[in-house]
């Protein structure tokens, strides 16, 4: 008789394994009738089976040994929501080792090992399904992987961390304070176990490391990709931003340069008159444009329990769709043989920037900072001053014409050496045209 159901496991019972928990046992009929099988959740594994989730789990699904569900013969799929590198990691090359297909939420595994672990299921022909690792509940790895896959991808700008999103958006529109907003965010389930992997821009590289891997087929790249996240952000600048026509978002950027793909994840001010400028809170928002189909947009939830199970399930069934038909698997899409791209030296960059000089209120402060500007070439689009005090310092804002990182950070560590200039320079790099 032919098989009409697939058998699914989960380890990890907390935000993300409870969504899809939940939508496994509560659209269970809806998810069979489209698919055309049964998707039947056999076993959940977590340290704390006690903890009521808010719904009703069946008797006999829940266990406090990962074991069990990885040894187990029936289950076809082990979906791997714990977090973190080890034991999850185990957990995956030990399910697919026993010939199971895996799907994962986790990014920051996907991003760092996810080398070891595709070479595994190549190995044992299973699938690794990735989907609720970036964006949430946004399907964008069947986007790059399927619907786009015609394309030469010219660039890709996300806001791909809910959390940094939902603390700019409090801090934008109610003037919140971040510490308080953080904590609202962990306490609605947003953030991760570190959330400073989120507000310092480190789970929107985990995301980046694998969209410009499929989008340009590169290696997981990880360690390669720049780095700055939300915590030198202050009121201030959102005000800065605000007067100057932008608002401040934590983009994560790919886009081909020259034959190199340039990867970085920076706070940004983003013109008010683009689209991603509008995306609030914990949504987010991935701009593709490739050189086939142009510009594409893709919005939505990019972090909670529910979002983020409707991703894990798409996965699941995708999965199940290859285990009913005896069909072919789908191909990772992640790989970097035969290209040729290298990755472009922050150096390299150019773009236009917002500084925040903490300067004295001194006549000759703005042409000293200027003259040294202009020594490395950066040119100056508009300059703000705030205020006036004759004994400490006023903000000094200038917002530059293109320039190039390298020069930049050379002219701001001078500038930063200056008697005048009493703290760090903020920098902000701002998108937009000339
Ligand atoms: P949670 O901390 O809410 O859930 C993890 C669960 O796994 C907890 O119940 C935890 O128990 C349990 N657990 C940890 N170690 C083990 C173990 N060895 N054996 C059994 N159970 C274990 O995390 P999330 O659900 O938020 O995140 C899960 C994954 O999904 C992470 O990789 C995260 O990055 C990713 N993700 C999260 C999103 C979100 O919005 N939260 C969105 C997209 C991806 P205990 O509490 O005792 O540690
Ligand atoms: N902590 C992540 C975020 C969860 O805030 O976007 C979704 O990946």
């Keep these: ?255 081909a340069v020259n034959g190199q793909v340039e990867v970085r994840v920076h706070p940004t001010m983003v013109p008010n008159d683009y689209l991603i400028s509008k995306i609030d809170g914990v949504f987010n928002a991935i701009y593709v444009e490739g050189d086939a189909v142009g510009s594409t947009l893709y919005y939505g939830r990019g972090a909670g329990d529910m979002p983020t199970g409707s991703a894990v399930v798409a996965d699941i069934v995708d999965i199940g769709r290859t285990i009913i038909s005896g069909g072919v698997r789908r191909a990772s899409g992640i790989s970097g043989a035969g290209n040729t791209y290298v990755i472009r030296a922050m150096g390299d960059i150019e773009s236009k920037y917002y500084f925040r000089f903490s300067a004295l209120d001194k006549p000759g402060t703005l042409s000293k900072i200027s003259g040294i500007l202009g020594k490395y070439n950066i040119s100056i689009a508009s300059v703000i001053q705030k205020g006036r005090s004759a004994s400490s310092s006023v903000p000094l804002v200038v917002l530059t014409h293109s320039a190039r990182e390298k020069d930049v950070a050379s002219a701001i560590a001078e500038i930063d050496e200056l008697p005048v200039v009493v703290q760090k320079t903020l920098v902000i790099r701002v998108e937009g045209k000339e």
Excluded at 50 to 73: K, M, Q, Y
Excluded at 107 to 121: H, V
Excluded at 159 to 168: H, Q, R
């Design 1 to 255: 008789m032919a098989r009409n159901r697939v058998n699914v496991g989960i380890i990890g019972f907390g935000t993300v394994g409870s969504g899809t928990a939940r939508i496994l046992l509560e659209n269970a009929e809806i998810i069979s009738k489209r698919a055309g099988f049964n998707v039947v959740l056999k076993k959940i594994a977590d340290r704390d089976i006690v903890r009521d989730r808010g719904f009703t789990v069946p008797d006999g699904i829940l266990t406090t040994s990962a074991d069990e569900l990885l040894n187990d013969p029936d289950i076809d799929v082990v979906v791997e929501l714990v977090g973190g590198i080890h034991p999850a990691k185990d957990f995956m090359l030990q399910a697919i080792a026993n010939g199971k297909h895996v799907v994962t939420a986790n990014k920051a595994l996907i991003a760092t090992e996810g080398a070891e672990i595709f070479a595994a299921a190549d190995e044992k022909g299973v699938e690794v399904g990735f989907e609720a690792a970036v964006a949430g509940g946004i399907p964008i790895i069947k986007v790059l992987r399927e619907g786009l896959i015609a394309n030469n991808m010219v660039a890709i700008y996300g806001i791909i961390n809910g959390t940094s999103n939902y603390i700019l958006t409090k801090m934008t529109s109610e003037k919140a304070d971040f510490g308080a907003v953080l904590k609202e965010a962990q306490r609605l389930g947003y953030a991760e176990a570190d959330p400073t992997f989120d507000i310092e821009g480190i789970d929107s590289a985990h995301k980046l490391t694998i969209i410009a891997s499929l989008a340009y087929g590169i290696p997981l790249s990880f360690e390669q990709v720049y780095k700055e996240g939300i915590t030198r952000v202050t009121a201030e600048d959102i005000d800065f931003a605000s007067e100057l026509g932008y608002k401040i978002k934590l983009l994560a950027i790919t886009k």
